[in-house]
């Protein structure tokens, strides 16, 4: 299953990230670094894509059984 991580060290909460996620699984935590909620995120990389600090990077995750 895919999903968004990001460096959140490195991210400059611009928001471009939230406004292009389909699914809203993205919020920015007291504008200091976006935050991903993995149970509404699908991996589609809009958010990878978009993000011009290139700080997020949509990545194969384990499947808790």
Do not use: D, W
Request: include cysteine; charge should be positive.
């Amino acid at each position: 299953m895919k999903k968004a991580v990001v460096n959140q060290a490195n991210c400059v909460a611009c928001g471009v990230c939230e406004k292009v996620c389909p699914r809203q699984a993205i919020t920015i935590f007291h504008g200091i670094y976006a935050n991903v909620n993995e149970e509404l995120c699908v991996g589609c990389k809009k958010c990878e894509k978009a993000c011009p600090a290139s700080v997020i990077e949509v990545v194969q995750k384990e499947v808790a059984s």
